[in-house]
Nanobody, 118 residues
């Protein structure tokens, strides 16, 4: 079992920045690939970025050059630095943890609201 708790969301002006944090507990953090996903009302949840245990990252095209994912395995935390926010970035952002050893298991946090608006 992994418990994930997101924080750092809020209301920000277009062009502004936010840093999301996700704190993990309940398992060995280094076993998991971590990710950030987002979901706007009426839309499917979509990938924002992932980071593997060793640090390999993957970004969706719509956030490349604006968002940066990072992790601290000692602190069992993953972060998403969000720069140059746009109104279309407005969504609930979810932290995700995936383990693929033996069997694929995925966990999700409760989400944190990000609103890029005046």
């Amino acid at each position: 079992q992994v418990q994930l708790v997101e924080s750092g969301g809020g209301l920000v002006q277009p062009g502004g920045s936010l840093r999301l944090s996700c704190s993990a507990s309940g398992s060995i953090f280094s076993f998991y690939t971590m990710g950030w996903y987002r979901q706007a009302p009426g839309k499917q949840r979509e990938l924002v970025a992932t980071i593997a245990s060793g640090g390999t990252t993957n970004y969706s095209d719509f956030v490349k050059g604006r968002f940066t994912i990072s992790r601290n395995n000692t602190k069992s935390a993953v972060f998403l630095q969000m720069n140059n926010l746009k109104p279309e970035d407005t969504a609930v952002y979810y932290c995700n943890a995936v383990r693929t050893v033996i069997k694929r298991i995925a966990y999700w946090g409760q989400g944190t609201q990000v609103t890029g608006s005046t």
